[in-house]
DNA sequence: CATGAATGAGCCTTCATTCAT
DNA sequence: TATGAATGAAGGCTCATTCAT
């Protein structure tokens, strides 16, 4: 009880700024970003207009933290997950883990709708976009990571660098999450992005064989 | 009598409506459909803003129209190219042969920055979406013939179904074409596709075989 | 009757330009550029607000062409006026009766909170001011021309050139009008006018002779 | 005992408003009254946005006092300059003198842009303006002491009342100001201020004379 | 069919001022 | 006194669409 004069001045205004945000975050899931108006945010988040602007220097920029978030957030979390694999893990089987942990992510914690404005958004050229031109780099390295420690231990071998086989990852993973956005729920994304990795794997397998070609 | 100035009449109304669409499309191409607006649009087809709705419903639905013509276009190129292809050439050939024409096609036909509007629109919600909700649906259909025939003539052996390769196909066609979109110029389209193509027609060879999983 | 028909579309057109031209004159004639915003404008011309849009491209932009009009208008005015003096009237006479003649048309066709905003926005730096950087740069070219011939004739003796001549005579009109606008309705701008270049007229035939300095 | 804490908290106001205030001044003279807001102002003196209504109204009557000072400042530097001059010196050259000390002051220590918002605001029509209604009175007043001084000794003679003499220096003044104002840096105030007065001071000679008119 | 003037809802942003702490 | 978060009215401008000629 008491819980108003629990809060201090700041803390006050980092939980207006909060509620503005996660109004923000709410809204733009649920219409996209230009079917939401500043109106609208600060009528959900129960404020004035004004007090956005206090928060928040403008739409865009707004927008383009907000993608910020998402992206780091995401790389974060794959990073951890990796790195919590037990060490002697095959490389084949951290791969497929990594892709299965990242339609996890994805589709629980930013989910389809979010995941199409973040991918229009980079298909983009407004401002905004230059806020977020590398969605996916930390992702690049981490499979870079990944593939070059089981080229160096020669538990795997390819004519091609860890760089080329990330990119193909990388693209892979790309085509899997627009699918996805694009067709869901008819497209279930972990399990199609593990069916297609696999393929994926073997391919390189096969690709790196003496008879091949 | 008067067939002649209906005729010319007729023809003239064509060539008006022809004219705001092109100009629509070449705005849209440079801009994004939400950077140009009916007057840019008028102004650059040198008829008068009324003219517009003469010919068209609305902005959105020219947008419509336009987005359809593109996806018939291509799916018709893309089928014509397959059936002119050698009937006897080997299934995995054909699959390379379309995917490198199909690059082709993107690259020079649409271009990257339409490609990426195209792509934008796909993810979006508005009712453009729905204009193009199947792009690629008859991309969709053609790698499945494509398969079907190979696997009917026992030419391609696999455990999948003809639908299911098809669709490993078009999401990695997908990744190939947003990262294109997205990274140009520093992915060659083409050479990338062949590339993940040769890899991924190397992991079905693979998955189909005994000593697989 | 039927006064409606009469006007053509063009003719309308017209008329709704200088209706929001007319309204947007009286009003910020009344209370000032800045006073005045786009609704009541409108309002006043009983139009819609885009109306305004479709004849003006800014309100800047329609301040700065009325400046425009205003100045082309007295510069026009005035060399009219000399023009139509009798071409034998002495320099003196022609001096004094133009400092009249000003103070006229100041008077009665621009009005003292009319010229007090045209001399604040000389004095502003925004990007009303560049449209008439050289608001007078035609009554120095006036005042040059009445000199010169003066000085030609040798009907008036000057050490000075008849550039800097007039440009004393710009600058005593300038304090004059300044004042005028401040001290309204207490100072009569034609009275002083005439007894201000009276002086003047005087301190440069004593400027000009042996005795002087 | 606690009047140390009581003055230093006393002066630590004082200075609170001071540095307000010369903040406000600085970006006022920079960027005109309507191009700075509290924000700026608040920000450029290093306190918090509420300080600004501790030791001030509101934003228009900063700005009215601001321009009282420069007022009483100016006006008190004129006279206690006149006052400094040797008591013998002719009145036509303590005229001169005191033209080309309105000229250093107006030119050091206002400058050119100041003294172009000055007169704007004395244009203007706002509560700003009331502040200020009075500026160039107590030049009035001076040059009248100053011409009245030398018609009481004869000195000087003029049909002309010393109010009425005064008028006449005081709109010279402000056109040179204003056209200083309006041609820096192509105007010399100084110089074109002394040939101005010069010409004024022979046209009042001549003009008292018999044989003038 | 063609024209282009007219419409008016919609949107982002600014800013002086207030007030609880 | 000092703080700075909160307020909300105000304002300039855009644009798809309509409709009388």
Same mark, same amino acid.
Request: hydrophobic share 45%; proline share 4%.
């Given at each position: 009880m008491q819980e108003k004069s629990f809060k201090s001045r700041r803390e006050q205004a980092a939980a207006t700024k909060q509620?503005?945000?996660?109004?923000?975050?709410? $809204?733009? =899931?649920?219409?996209?970003?230009?079917? @939401?108006?500043?109106?609208? #945010?600060?009528?959900h988040a129960g404020v004035a207009k004004?007090?956005?602007?206090?928060?928040?220097?403008?739409?865009?920029?707004?927008?383009?933290?907000?993608i910020n978030h998402y992206v780091w957030k995401?790389?974060?979390?794959?990073?951890?997950?990796?790195?919590?694999?037990?060490?002697?893990?095959?490389?084949?089987?951290?791969? $497929?883990? =990594?892709?299965g942990k990242?339609?996890? @992510?994805?589709?629980?914690? #930013?989910?389809?709708?979010?995941?199409?404005?973040?991918?229009?958004?980079?298909?983009?050229e407004s401002n905004r976009t230059h806020a977020m031109i590398d969605y996916n780099r930390a992702l690049y390295?981490?499979?870079c990571d990944i593939i070059g420690k089981g080229?160096?231990?020669h538990e795997f071998r390819s004519p091609l660098s860890a760089y080329e086989i990330a990119r193909h990852f990388v693209t892979a993973y790309r085509g899997l999450t627009f699918e996805w956005c694009v067709r869901?729920?008819?497209?279930?994304?972990?399990e199609q992005a593990l069916r297609h990795f696999e393929i994926l794997l073997h391919g390189l397998d096969a690709y790196g064989s003496p008879h091949s070609t």
């Open positions: 509620k503005i945000y996660a109004s923000a975050e709410q $809204l733009f =899931l649920r219409h996209g970003f230009d079917a @939401v108006n500043i109106d609208d #945010i600060v009528k004004g007090s956005f602007y206090v928060h928040f220097e403008s739409k865009n920029l707004l927008i383009a933290t907000m995401t790389d974060d979390e794959y990073r951890a997950y990796w790195e919590s694999l037990p060490p002697d893990l095959p490389v084949r089987d951290a791969v $497929l883990a =990594l892709a990242i339609a996890d @992510v994805i589709t629980a914690s #930013i989910g389809c709708k979010n995941m199409g404005i973040l991918y229009q958004t980079q298909l983009g390295q981490l499979f080229l160096s231990t869901d729920p008819d497209f279930d994304l972990k």
